[in-house]
């Protein structure tokens, strides 16, 4: 049977609807396809640069914690120090007190001579000469003779042996220290110092950790007291 044209015409625009259908399929396909791959590759390089965002953060997180404690670290020594200077200044000013204390001593003739006889006759015992030189404070000349003089019969007494005494008349100590003397054997070259200042420095020196104890308590950290 002969096919007329419009059934040629038909079957044409039957194919032809058929191939665009396909057509139109394909191309909806290839648009998932393409939106899937899309927003594949968006979540990829959205996890990526997340990542490095969150990396970034951290490191600058960390950084700026280091950089805290160190601050920290360097306010908290800062402090320490500003503690220590300040205990140390009411040590100083404990110490000068004492030395004040001692000048006001050595105003009073009866108290300074009995201190003077003790400090010479230390200085006797330390040095155990024969012949030994006092040097005191050229306001004082009159007052240590008069020590020397009693403390003489008591040192032979104790060590059973004889010193010449001689008091400086050339060189005297500075006329501002307290008061007190400086002990020497008979070349000169062994000194025992007993002047009041150096009383008061070998006195802190030995009780400086009862000091600091009776002034800011007991340090929890230290474990010895020498």
């Given at each position: 049977?002969?096919?007329?044209?419009?059934?040629?015409?038909?079957?044409?625009?039957?194919?032809?609807?058929?191939?665009?259908?396909?057509?139109?399929?394909?191309?909806?396909?290839?648009?998932a396809k393409a939106e899937e791959e899309f927003n594949i590759e968006k979540g990829r390089l959205v996890q990526t640069q997340r990542v490095k965002i969150m990396e970034?953060?951290?490191?600058?997180?960390?950084?700026?914690?280091?950089?805290?404690?160190?601050?920290?670290?360097?306010?908290?020594?800062?402090?320490?120090?500003?503690?220590?200077?300040?205990?140390d200044d009411m040590i100083m000013d404990l110490l000068n007190e004492g030395r004040q204390r001692l000048a006001e001593i050595a105003k009073d003739p009866e108290k300074y001579s009995k201190l003077l006889e003790g400090l010479v006759l230390q200085g006797f015992y330390q040095l155990l000469e024969s012949k030994v030189t006092v040097r005191c404070r050229q306001q004082d000349v009159e007052m240590v003779q008069g020590a020397v003089n009693k403390i003489i019969p008591v040192y032979k007494e104790a060590v059973k042996s004889n010193i010449v005494v001689r008091i400086d008349q050339d060189r005297f100590l500075h006329p501002d220290i307290c008061g007190g003397v400086e002990v020497y054997n008979d070349n000169g070259k062994i000194k025992v110092s007993n002047t009041l200042e150096s009383r008061v420095e070998l006195i802190a020196h030995q009780m400086m950790p009862e000091i600091r104890v009776n002034l800011f308590g007991a340090n929890p950290n230290r474990k010895f007291t020498d």
């Open positions: 049977m002969a096919l007329t044209d419009a059934d040629v015409q038909k079957q044409i625009k039957h194919m032809m609807a058929f191939i665009e259908q396909e057509a139109s399929e394909k191309v909806e396909e290839i648009d970034y953060y951290e490191k600058k997180e960390k950084h700026i914690e280091q950089h805290k404690k160190i601050q920290m670290s360097n306010l908290m020594n800062q402090a320490r120090l500003k503690v220590l200077k300040v205990r």
